[in-house]
Structure formats: C-alpha cells, structure tokens
C-alpha cells in the first residue's frame, strides 16, 4: 500500500493499463500536451507519445462519436470529457450510438470503451459548471456508470472499467482529487464493476451514498458514533449496475435507511434506491426511508447560498437522528 | 465524352454492376409490397432510384474497407454482399435477420463484411466512421473508411466536427454525400446556405468533386479515384453524388412537394434503364442476358421474402440479451 491522491490513483491506473495494452489510447480536450484540466493525464504525452495521447478539438460529441468507432475498430479508448456538463454536448453519441450499438446490431459489436467525466458541485463555477448528472446516465440501459468515492477506489474501479468490454461511464468528482488513501500497489489489484462496499460497518441505520457523500457520510458517521448511533455506510461505486443486493441486505440488517444524492432530489437515483428498498424490505424497516438530495434549483454561485444546495454532513447528520426518532 | 465501357471494367464486373442495381431495385419494391401487406412494419426508407451509388461506390472500395450508412441503407448492405433474406427477415423482425430482430430497416450491421451500420440519427455516422478510420491507421490497417450520408446530414454539428477532425488527425475517411435534394420534405436550397454541397468541404481544405449520381460507371470511376487517394495520401476526400429518390421518405411520405415534371425528369434517368441500353449498345450484353439476369434477381429476392415469412420470431427472452458482453 501506499498512500497518493485520488488524482494520482485515476494517473496511475491509467499509465498502468496503457503498459499493458497497447490497444489502449487517451482522447480528450487538453489531455496531452497540456497534461488534462485536472492533471489526471499528467505524464502520459511523455510516456506513451503523441499516437496514444491524443489532444482534441473541442467537439465533444464528435470525441464519442471517434472513440465508439475506434472501440468497434479493435482499440480501447479512454475518452475525457473536460467536465460531465460537457457530457451533455456528447448525449448523442453517449445515448443514441454508444449504449444502443451492441443490442441494436444484435450483439455483433461490443465497444471496449471508458469516458471519463470530472463533475459535481462546491467550487463555486455557477450553473453550468457545477451540476451533478449521474442520474441522467443511469437511466440509460446499454452502458455502466462508475463513481469512485476513495483513491483505491478510483484507481481499481477505473482499471476495471478499461479493461470491460462494455461501454463505462466513469464519474469523478472535482472535490476529490486532491483527496488522499491507501493505494495497493499490485498492478492486476482491481474493483469489480457492480459492488457496493460497506465502507464502515454499523447496526443502527444504513446510509447509501456514493462518491463524495460517502466521504460526508463517513464524517457525520463518526460524529453520530459519540452519540451512540451506529451508522453503516454503503457506498454504492457502481450506479448501474447497482448493487441491490448489497443495499437491501444492509437495510435488512438495520432496519433503516438514509439515501443520500448529490443530485437534483427530483427523479434522483435517490428515488429509485428508496423505491427498491420500500418494494423489497417494506416489512421489516423500523422507520421510513429518508432522502438528503441536492436542490431542485440550478446552482447558484455565491458560497454563501451555494452550499444550501448540496447536503452537507449536517442535513445527513438531521436526517439520520429523524430516522432513528421515527420522526418525519 | 462518355468512356466506353470496356475502357473501364471487364465484361463480367460491368454486368455484375447491372446485377447488384437489379437487385437492390427489386429488393426495395418487394419491400413497399410486404409494407403494404403488413410484414414489413416501423419506418421504411427506400432506396429505389439511388442504385448507381452504392453500386458504383461499392465497386471502388477494397473488400477491406469500412461502409457506414444512415438510414436508406438495405441497398448499400446487399451490394456490400450481406445476405438479401437475412436482411429481409430483419425487416420482418424475425430471429434469422442480420440483427436478429432487434435492427430493424435502419440497423442493418455485418462485419463479416465490414458492413459498420445503418445510423437513424442524422449525422450519427459521421464521428464513428472517423473513429473507424483512426482506428485502422492506430493498427496499421490497409483500408479506409467510407461514410454514406444524405444532403440533410450536412447541417449537423457532426458533418463540420468530423470532417474537421479527419483533415486534422489525417484519417482515411471518404465521405460520400448522396444529395437527392430532399431531407423529408426540404429542399436543399431551404436547408443550406451553400447548396452546392461539395462546395463546403473548402474550409477543412479536403479535395471534393461532384458526380452524377445516376451514373454507375462515373460513380464507380469517381469512387476508385477518390479511394486511392484516400489511401495514398491517408487523408479524407470527399464526394456528392446528385441522385434522386423514386419513392418519397419513407412509405409514410407521399411526396407531394415534388412536381410532377421534376419526378419525370429524373425518371428519365432512371440508372437502370439507362446502363441497360449501353450495355447492349456497346455489345456487352444482349436484352436475353440482361433478361436472365434480372430473372434471377426476382427469384433471389421471392426467395427472400419466403425465408423471412418463414423464419421463426424472436423468443421473448432475447429481450435480455446482446445488451451487455
């Protein structure tokens, strides 16, 4: 083990897959000399040169659109997309070729293809820079979306996603690349693609999150502990496939649930994880299911009035003493 | 000055082109009949006037190269060689089809033949064929790619993306614009500023050249040149080839915003007609031959048509299936 950023887990699960597969290039807007808007791609123009680095124009569509027929040519692209709102330029290629072409062309092509997306929200770049859309990728059969919340984690989960066969969607949040872990430093050491993990076990309530609102929800876990609540903190990793396996069986164990979203509360993955949740375990929970979501609101970009529109360990911490009151 | 024939091709690949036109024909107005008997269902564009360009165009790739169309696409898959009762049954739906049901009209697929799709988005086709072509030259590979697509495809943001990026990667990519003048019920004029199309490719500098897309010979001729260019230089080129659909969009379209003497018009230059009589009158073939084969056309496509009547549907449980690897 050793311990680097979250950034430098996603760098070098990327260097570690291009030594291994030549069939493996990087495609984006600034990734190469320029080393990626987030320095994720940093030392890789140097290390693997010009044909397998490669600087796009700013089309983004048309970046999916080439890695989706590079990936039906034999090669595995790894495509950035500066941010995931640029993602929405690209809905096109990501929607109607990438997720349809294995089941439309009844499973003659396969597309060995990974994007890459830096999004969510809390640095103050206002509405069009700060939004969190994992929902928007989940609804779409045909496809898997990933979202690593720890440095292992996105270093294990990002080299699974290059090495499956399907078409990965691969969020990463802005707010966690400098975030620091446990990194295992065995090349082959990977995370399977539809497992949530318990990242800390409890007895009293279950919170679902995923990506940062894990990290948050592992603080206000902390928190609760001092005063005798023990929370179990799932996070989920992989939004579709999503592990319902795994999420019902702790709310088995618990009793109670809080689901947590980053995004916008209205038709949030948040509402299908509660939906799962009541259909399956409706008998045994002790209270009713609770949701912390994002505002229905585009963000605004003040600091002051920014905040209120992303949970924040407080509304989790309210949320889950709510839970364990019975109290709605 | 038109060539002679015999200039240009021998005597057994110029009737195979009049062979490969036939059959297309034949195959889309048996496909107009089983719409209107109810086989066929969903949206069906038909290709029936536009035979010399997927015929001449197909003659002048390599077996090797990459075809990607949009959605007037049956024609274009059977020259390229895709079974014409696989492709019929996947017009019925049935579990035989090329897709096995689950295309449709407007996916066919076949890379057993490098046949990379049918694409019902306007312009889908565009990046896809560029990621194609990259992916050929990132392998080493000795072929190209050639990416059909209509007159209407040109306004998308994918015509100008890719086109931009082939001439910037350096990418073997021949684009192949069929304008027949219309996207649905638009003439070009009220859809492009620039309706010469060929015209437009100046501001990514990638030579272009126009052709008569009635033409089988000067479109077979044109593609040939352009493929080697393509080759050689391992950068894009471009083709328009001016063709005129018979029938309207799809069988939902009548067609009324087209006169009457325009229809006539191009009638009168039908490409199979046409080729027909040079066929004969440059000795190539005599009205029996031609007779023979196109005897033999209708009985491939009848055998088609009773394939796909007679394949099975597709099990319910083939819902699941050929989503994820």
């Not at chain 1, 700060?130 to 979306?145: D, I, N, W």
């Not at chain 1, 609540?229 to 992989?238: K, T």
């Not at chain 2, 697509?149 to 100008?160: I, P």
């Amino acid at each position: 083990m050793s311990e680097m950023t979250y950034r430098d887990a996603l760098n070098l699960a990327l260097k570690e897959e291009m030594r291994r597969d030549a069939s493996v290039f990087v495609l984006g807007e600034d990734v190469a000399l320029y080393e990626g808007s987030f320095k994720v791609t940093r030392g890789l123009l140097a290390e693997f040169g010009e044909e397998r680095v490669k600087d796009t124009p700013i089309s983004e569509n048309t970046i999916i659109g080439v890695s989706v027929g590079a990936a039906m040519g034999g090669l595995r692209p790894v495509a950035e997309l500066m941010t995931v709102n640029f993602a929405l330029l690209a809905m096109d290629q990501i929607i109607n070729h990438m997720a349809k072409i294995r089941s439309m062309f009844g499973g003659q092509a396969f597309l060995p293809m990974t994007i890459r997306m830096p999004g969510g929200g809390g640095s103050q770049l206002g509405a069009q820079h700060s939004q969190s859309l994992e929902t928007y990728f989940m609804h779409c059969p045909g496809m898997y979306v990933l979202y690593p919340a720890t440095p292992a984690d996105a270093k294990g989960l990002l080299k699974s996603a290059i090495r499956n066969n399907n078409p990965v969607i691969f969020l990463e949040h802005e707010l966690l690349y400098n975030s620091k872990g446990e990194v295992p430093e065995d090349p082959e050491y990977s995370i399977p693609i539809g497992k949530a993990d318990v990242k800390r076990p409890g007895e009293d309530v279950t919170i679902v999150a995923y990506a940062r609102m894990t990290i948050l929800a592992l603080e206000t876990a902390e928190e609760l502990a001092k005063d005798g609540i023990s929370c179990e903190v799932l996070d989920l990793r992989s939004l579709a496939p999503l592990d319902e396996a795994a999420i019902l069986a702790s709310v088995r164990k618990t009793g109670r649930a809080v689901v947590i979203e980053e995004c916008w509360r209205t038709c949030g993955l948040g509402g299908e994880i509660t939906s799962r949740i009541y259909e399956n375990c409706f008998d045994i929970l002790k209270a009713p299911v609770k949701r912390v979501s994002g505002l229905d609101v585009p963000m605004p970009y003040s600091r002051k009035i920014e905040k209120i529109c992303i949970p924040q360990p407080e509304d989790i911490r309210r949320a889950v003493m709510d839970v364990m009151s019975g109290e709605y | 000055m038109e060539a002679r024939l015999r200039t240009v091709l021998p005597d057994q690949e110029l009737l195979r082109l009049y062979e490969q036109m036939f059959v297309s024909r034949e195959f889309e107005e048996r496909c107009a009949e089983q719409y209107t008997k109810g086989h066929i269902t969903g949206f069906l564009h038909l290709y029936s006037g536009q035979e010399a360009v997927a015929v001449g165009a197909t003659a002048g790739l390599h077996r090797d190269d990459y075809i990607l169309s949009a959605y007037r696409e049956h024609a274009q898959a059977i020259v390229r060689g895709a079974e014409p009762r696989r492709v019929m049954a996947e017009l019925f739906g049935k579990a035989t089809g090329i897709c096995k049901g689950k295309g449709g009209s407007m996916h066919l697929f076949d890379p057993s033949i490098n046949f990379m799709g049918g694409y019902a988005i306007v312009g889908g086709q565009f990046p896809i064929s560029v990621g194609l072509a990259f992916a050929a030259s990132y392998r080493g590979e000795d072929r190209i790619a050639a990416c059909f697509f209509g007159d209407g495809a040109v306004n998308q943001g994918t015509f100008h993306e890719s086109l931009n990026w082939a001439q910037l990667w350096q990418l073997p990519v021949l684009f192949i614009c069929e304008n027949n003048f219309y996207g649905i019920g638009t003439e070009v004029h009220r859809s492009s500023a620039l309706a010469s199309i060929h015209k437009r490719t100046c501001g990514y500098d990638i030579p272009s050249e126009k052709v008569d897309g009635m033409d089988v010979i000067a479109v077979y001729r044109a593609v040939k040149y352009a493929a080697e260019k393509v080759r050689e230089s391992g950068r894009p080129y471009f083709i328009e080839a001016t063709t005129y659909r018979f029938r309207g969009h799809s069988m939902a379209d009548p067609a009324k915003y087209r006169s009457a003497a325009e229809n006539e018009m191009w009638k009168a230059r039908d490409p199979l007609p046409n080729y027909a009589k040079r066929l004969i009158e440059e000795d190539i073939a005599t009205r029996e031959t031609l007779d023979a084969i196109e005897a033999r056309c209708r009985k491939t496509v009848d055998e088609a048509v009773k394939f796909a009547e007679e394949s099975p549907w597709p099990e319910d449980s083939a819902v699941w299936e050929d989503i994820y690897v």
